[in-house]
Each structure stands twice: as C-alpha cells, then as structure tokens.
C-alpha cells in the first residue's frame, strides 16, 4: 500500500461546479497534513494547511478524517484557473523531517 | 519576494558522465531538500539537509550524493549517470522545524542518453 494515496484523474468538471478529492495515508500517528497546487509544468506550491478541526480559504475547503485515514479537499465555483494537479503532502511520523508527497489528481476545468 | 533557484530547466547528459545540479535559495532556510518527480510516481525525496555539512537519505538515494557547504545552497551529484535517472530534478526549502511549508524551485529536466 503506497503511504500515500490519491486518485489520479482527471477530473473533468465546469466552471462553476464543485469538486472533491480525497487522500488517504498510510500511517494512523501522521500529524501534519497539506494540500500542495502544481500547475502543468511548474513547481508545488502550498495551497493550504489542514488541521483537525477543517479550515476554510475562500472556495477551498480542507478536512481531516483521523479515524478513516484520509484527507479531503473540497473546491466550490471552479474557475478555469483551478485546473492544476492538487498534491496531498503527510508527515508519516517516521521521526525523519520531510514531509511524503501524494502523486497527485489533477482538475481539469472546462468552459 | 522568497526565492529557489536552480542552476539549469534543462540537462542532457551522456551515461556514465557526473552531473551536479546546484541549487540556491535566498530565504536564509535551515532545511534544504532534492526530489525527483516522475509520472504517476509523484515526488520521491532523495536527499535532505536540515543544516550546514548535514545530510540525511531520502527514500531512493541509491546512485545520488549531495553536499551542503554553505548554508543557501545544496547540490545533488550523480557520480555516474544512468538512463534511469532521467527525471524532473526539484530542489525545496523550508524553516527549521519539522514541517513548515517548503518552496521549490523551477525544476531540472535531466535527461540521460
């Protein structure tokens, strides 16, 4: 089992639709969580943070399932300028200081 | 504006060649970190180095080597270069501390002919 997984994709969807991915990670002790947004390409880039109690910026929302292992991003009123591949990053608690990236689902919005 | 920068977007090499792949960044980071990224496989870290002269292995860091004298920069060396390692190179920094946000550079395409 990959330590963490996420759906490839695509996900196709119009402007204006609301889009979920979810993450799953491996490792039940993992405590920092993270969307990353990498456009075709370019270099990752932090979208957001998640913590336990869910966080919201603007369109974007972040949720952590502890109990069922996964991570969820919710993105509502796509914009065509969404379309990017959405990279879920987890600390496995390893006691090693790097983060492990998800190879990412990648959002295609369409006009 | 915070800042990594790579020494080269695109490399080709010949097998068996030493390639070095410099990285800088201009934020004054403790952490300095090289993946690869290949399709389907995502980011794989090779190397990190959370200070001066320290390093520690990623999870493939079988035929790769880094080095860390000064503290803005951190360079990947492929002491023989094979067709395998034909990749995206990316370079990343962060804070001290175990998992502040890391800024990536631009990338390297290396190819291994």
């Known amino acids: 089992r990959k330590e963490v997984e996420q759906d490839p994709g695509p996900f196709n969807v119009p402007e204006g639709a609301t889009v979920a991915f979810n993450c799953t990670y491996s490792?039940?002790?993992?405590?920092?969580f993270f969307w990353y947004r990498q456009d075709c390409r370019k270099e990752p880039k932090l979208l957001m943070s998640v913590y336990s109690s869910g966080n919201e910026d603007g369109r974007f929302t972040a949720q952590l399932n502890r109990a069922s292992q996964y991570i969820s991003l919710l993105i509502r009123d796509s914009k065509l300028s969404d379309s990017a591949t959405y990279l879920c990053?987890?600390?496995?608690?390893?006691?090693?200081?790097?983060?492990?990236f998800g190879s990412g689902t990648r959002l295609q919005v369409q006009p | 504006d915070v800042k990594v920068t790579q020494s080269s977007r695109y490399l080709v090499k010949r097998t068996g060649e030493k390639v070095f792949l410099e990285c800088v960044q201009d934020m004054d980071h403790e952490n300095m970190f090289w993946y690869r990224q290949d399709p389907g496989l995502g980011l794989r870290l090779i190397y990190f180095?959370?200070?001066?002269?320290?390093?520690e292995k990623g999870d493939i860091p079988e035929g790769y080597s880094v080095s860390r004298e000064k503290k803005e920069r951190f360079s990947l060396i492929l002491e023989s270069a094979s067709t395998n390692q034909t990749s995206m190179y990316l370079c990343a920094s962060s804070r001290s501390g175990t998992y502040n946000e890391q800024f990536f550079g631009p990338g390297t395409r290396l190819t291994v002919l």
């Open positions: 180095s959370y200070d001066v002269k320290m390093k």
């Open positions: 990053v987890v600390n496995m608690d390893t006691g090693r200081r790097a983060l492990t």
């Open positions: 490792n039940s002790a993992s405590q920092s």
